[in-house]
């Protein structure tokens, strides 16, 4: 099978911009998770997708939203874009049925710089 | 609310030499998940072992295994014969399935690097 799919891989904005990043899970997977990945902050979960509606969802302000698409493919935007929004956003694809076997496959990320 | 940390942020090992990375969580929750991720220079991050907190036994997979302490709320990860393949940064992560806390958190990782 086919890995997740990222797109696009880097992207260069400047502030007030908005953006939106794509992610298409493995095949026959249901849930999409999206992740913020900085130096400073870490890892930062952002939120989760799972058959079109949003299970959970971190502590990000309303400027970063989601959704997910009848394919399950996950875009996420971001509004009014800040220069701390610069990092790497990384999308995660799992079954979704929440077993304990479930396993979290990782995209390669999309590496945002905000000038 | 759940917590993971990783207090070393960075270690070295020498090639074929043994190596652990320390973890430690914060949890209220009896049943959860423990993993350890790896995430290689070129970024993309692949799961290394997974615990599950009822499992008394320790988890292995071929040169990676984990020392589980409940109690103490510790998750450690070893690396036998290490390998310059090794070499990536490290996360530790929690996750239970229950609720709004269904979600993984991950410490701030640790950066291994491996000396031929």
């Known amino acids: 099978k086919a890995g997740v799919t990222q797109t696009p891989r880097y992207l260069i904005k400047t502030r007030g911009q908005q953006v939106t990043l794509s992610c298409s899970p493995i095949?026959?997977?249901?849930?999409v998770s999206w992740y913020q990945q900085t130096p400073g902050q870490g890892l930062q979960f952002l939120f989760e997708?799972?058959?079109?509606?949003?299970?959970n969802k971190g502590n990000f302000p309303g400027r970063f939203s989601g959704r997910q698409f009848s394919n399950s493919r996950s875009e996420m935007n971001v509004s009014t874009l800040e220069l701390g929004d610069s990092a790497l956003y990384l999308c995660?694809?799992?079954?979704?049925?929440?077993?304990?076997?479930?396993?979290?496959?990782f995209g390669p990320g999309t590496r945002l710089t905000v000038l | 609310a759940q917590t993971v940390t990783q207090s070393q942020p960075e270690m070295s090992v020498q090639e074929a030499e043994t190596v652990t990375l320390s973890c430690t969580y914060d949890?209220?929750?009896?049943?959860?998940?423990l993993f350890w991720y790896k995430q290689p220079p070129s970024r993309q991050m692949i799961l290394v072992i997974r615990?599950?907190?009822?499992?008394?036994q320790n988890a292995t997979e071929n040169r990676f295994s984990v020392n589980f302490q409940k109690a103490a709320k510790s998750f450690s990860l070893k690396i036998s014969d290490s390998q310059l393949g090794d070499a990536a940064m490290y996360f530790c992560?929690?996750?239970?399935?229950?609720?709004?806390?269904?979600?993984?958190?991950f410490g701030k990782g640790i950066t291994l690097s491996v000396r031929p």
């Open positions: 995660a694809s799992v079954e979704g049925t929440r077993r304990p076997t479930d396993t979290q496959y």
């Open positions: 095949s026959g997977h249901r849930s």
């Open positions: 992560a929690y996750r239970t399935y229950t609720g709004a806390n269904s979600k993984l958190t």
């Open positions: 997708y799972f058959s079109e509606t949003q299970r």
């Open positions: 615990q599950e907190a009822y499992k008394q």
């Open positions: 949890t209220s929750e009896s049943d959860y998940y």
